[in-house]
């Protein structure tokens, strides 16, 4: 298994451009999220996904949209890049829905690097 | 602010020593997970507790979660220049919500 892979690596946007950071896992699990991690800000959870076809927001959703079409999949749609975007962002995939009661690990991919300029 | 606040923020030690980090929150959580992050990579969870005053061990490493389960600490015993990383703990906030802390960066000096 390759995990949970994310693509790119690193992105650089300018200012209003959009893109979209892609997130898939082959371990066939429920849960899905997307976290930004900021310098003295830990990770913040921006929308999350409980199964295929079933998105929610986290705590910081606004400027991001997400759709989860398959299992599989779980792509973050950044629609108008801002300078506060600049971040790392992770992808993590968990086996149940319940992570929060602690029977659940979450997976985390290794990260995309995005500076908007 | 955040929900968890961890201390101390930064911590730069000799090889052989002990430590302790800190994760506190004035909200009670349904569980409690430590992750280890090393620079280029995601977090990878190293233990999850979910009962107030739960003691776990894995090692050198020993967790402890808060009675009131608003609080944990992790203590390293002899740490290795292999224990140099980013602890982040993670507070379970609802069924599909984890709060992370903005960690602490420890570095072990050979």
């Known amino acids: 298994n390759a995990g949970v892979t994310q693509t790119p690596k690193f992105q650089v946007l300018k200012t209003g451009q959009s893109m979209t950071l892609q997130c898939a896992q082959d371990?066939?699990?429920?849960?899905m999220s997307w976290y930004r991690q900021d310098p003295g800000m830990g990770l913040r959870l921006i929308h999350y996904s409980v199964g295929a076809g079933i998105t929610d927001q986290g705590e910081v959703p606004n400027g991001y949209n997400v759709s989860r079409s398959t299992t599989e999949d779980f792509p973050l749609r950044l629609l108008s890049a801002a300078p506060s975007q600049t971040s790392v962002y992770f992808c993590?995939?968990?086996?149940?829905?319940?992570?929060?009661?602690?029977?659940?690990?979450?997976?985390f991919g290794p990260g995309t690097r995005l500076l908007v300029l | 602010t955040q929900l968890l606040e961890q201390s101390p923020q930064f911590l730069s030690i000799q090889e052989g020593e002990n430590l302790t980090v800190y994760c506190n929150s004035s909200?009670?959580?349904?569980?409690l997970q430590w992750y280890r992050q090393e620079p280029g990579e995601g977090p990878v969870l190293l233990v999850t507790v979910v009962t107030g005053g739960e003691v776990k061990k894995l090692k050198r490493l020993t967790f402890q979660f808060g009675d009131a389960r608003k609080d944990s600490s992790l203590h390293i015993t002899a740490a290795q220049p292999g224990d140099t990383g980013l602890y982040l703990c993670?507070?379970?906030?609802?069924?599909?919500?984890?709060?992370f802390g903005a960690g602490t960066r420890l570095t072990v000096k050979p």
């Open positions: 993590a995939s968990s086996p149940g829905v319940e992570i929060a009661g602690g029977k659940e690990t979450q997976y």
């Open positions: 993670a507070g379970g906030y609802n069924n599909n919500d984890m709060r």
């Open positions: 371990m066939n699990h429920e849960y």
């Open positions: 909200s009670v959580f349904s569980s």
